[in-house]
């Protein structure tokens, strides 16, 4: 099992940057594909990115492709998602997500076996 925590959420000015960070408990952090997903208020929930095991491949939702970077630290047990030009439609909560079956180019199905709290990030405009 794994749980995570996520922290660096916000409030931010449109044009603004913020890096989100998801700290893993539990052993063998890197045999989890990783993901960010995000709900806005009123919306389901939506896949943002993800990122492999050993961190060589990363995927994106088109709408944060250019602006978001997902990276993990795997002695850190720690994923971070590092988001530039933010636009008052990010405003959301973001999840960090794990699952130890999938392979990363399947993280946006959903579906992940375990999920953090979430933390909110609020684009101001």
């Known amino acids: 099992q794994v749980q995570l925590v996520e922290s660096g959420g916000g409030l931010v000015q449109a044009g603004g940057s913020l890096r989100l960070s998801c700290a893993a408990s539990g052993r063998d952090f890197n045999n989890y594909a990783m993901g960010w997903f995000r709900q806005a208020p009123g919306k389901g929930r939506e896949f943002v990115a993800a990122i492999s095991r050993g961190g060589y491949a990363t995927y994106y939702a088109d709408s944060v492709k250019g602006r978001f970077t997902i990276s993990r630290d795997n002695a850190k047990n720690t994923v971070y998602l590092q988001m530039h030009s933010l636009k008052p439609e990010d405003t959301a909560v973001y999840y960090c997500?794990?699952?130890?079956?999938?392979?990363?180019?399947?993280?946006?199905?959903?579906?992940?076996?375990?999920w953090g709290k979430g933390t909110l990030v609020t684009v101001s405009s």
């Open positions: 997500a794990a699952d130890p079956n999938k392979t990363a180019g399947l993280v946006h199905t959903g579906g992940m076996d375990y």
